[in-house]
């Protein structure tokens, strides 16, 4: 168990819907990252935020976007859902490491996996 | 745009054997590079390599970087049933801890 909780763990939906997959880091982590891992891209890089804010963004479509909070869990919200939008969706976090110093090393949740039909 | 790149694609041996994962990198600002073994849902993490830690060992498994060859291989050894998966490898470049993933090797170990 990496310590990192993903809910929920599986979605069906249609599209045209909205989702909101919730991620809550390891205790003590500041950083949360969001992967889509579908078969034909590989784990894929969407979104990164530290400690509330949005550090760097990656291969993220419009149509998505995420938020951390206070509590430092975090959301990735999945609008107009269009059927190749299913894949994995991993939730990572980092940083429980001396002050001021971020590890690259990640712990990945188990993963929401994300069915648009 | 930086680029992973795994090697073989996928392998199947038999218990007892030894592989070897091959991993090469395209990046800019390189920082680490990081394994990880992904069996049903989350990957989970094997080694972090950089410039001050080229070579990791933990039982059966071991890593290398080599920076001169932007490439880094992981080695199993006495390989188990237990050790079928599929291996990513990772790179963290720039000011950021964003990775980029490889494609992945699946491994798949016969008895």
């Known amino acids: 168990d990496s310590g990192v909780t993903q809910t929920p763990k599986h979605l069906i939906t249609a599209t045209g819907q909205r989702v909101t997959l919730r991620c809550s880091p390891r205790s003590g982590d500041l950083s949360v990252y969001w992967y889509q891992q579908s078969l034909d891209q590989g784990l894929q890089f969407l979104i990164h935020y530290y400690n509330g804010e949005e550090r760097a963004k990656g291969n993220i479509l419009e149509r998505f976007s995420a938020q951390q909070f206070p509590d430092l869990h975090s959301e990735l919200n999945l609008s107009s859902l269009e059927l190749g939008d299913s894949a994995l969706y991993f939730c990572?976090?980092?940083?429980?490491?001396?002050?001021?110093?971020?590890?690259?090393?990640?712990?990945f949740g188990q993963g929401t996996r994300l069915t648009v039909v | 745009e930086d680029k992973v790149v795994q090697s073989p694609l996928s392998l199947v041996v038999h218990e007892g054997d030894t592989v070897t994962l091959n991993c090469s990198y395209e990046?800019?600002?390189?920082?680490?590079l990081l394994w990880y073994k992904q069996e049903k849902k989350a990957p989970t993490f094997l080694f972090m390599l950089?410039?001050?830690?080229i070579e990791k060992k933990s039982g059966r498994l071991s890593s290398i970087l080599d920076k001169k060859e932007l490439s880094s291989i992981l080695n199993i050894t006495a390989t188990q049933t237990g050790d079928s998966a599929i291996y990513l490898c990772?790179?963290?470049?720039?000011?950021?801890?964003?990775?980029?993933f490889g494609g992945g090797t699946r491994l798949m170990v016969k008895p």
């Open positions: 990572a976090s980092s940083g429980r490491t001396e002050v001021g110093r971020e590890e690259a090393e990640a712990f």
């Open positions: 990046v800019t600002n390189f920082r680490s």
């Open positions: 990772a790179v963290a470049a720039n000011a950021g801890n964003m990775l980029t």
């Open positions: 950089t410039s001050s830690g």
